[in-house]
């Protein structure tokens, strides 16, 4: 549930086929640079009703540290 949410907001921001995403995709394979990210995590806290404070979003290197991140927290 949570991946395939995270994926659909991913999917949208990054124009990308959701096939083309899985937990391991990592936010280098989606070319996104910083301000891409920050606006990811925006995006992600809105739907999601939670923070994502910058140092662990510096953190996230995939789709599934997102996903980690949100079902931890």
Do not use: H, W
Not at 8 to 15: G, S, Y
């Amino acid at each position: 549930m949570i991946f395939e949410k995270v994926r659909e907001i991913i999917c949208l921001q990054f124009e990308l086929d959701e096939d083309s995403i899985t937990e391991e995709t990592t936010l280098d394979e989606l070319d996104a640079d910083s301000l891409d990210i920050v606006d990811l995590a925006m995006s992600l806290e809105d739907e999601f009703d939670m923070e994502f404070p910058e140092e662990v979003v510096e953190e996230f290197s995939c789709v599934g540290d997102i996903v980690k991140y949100i079902d931890e927290n």
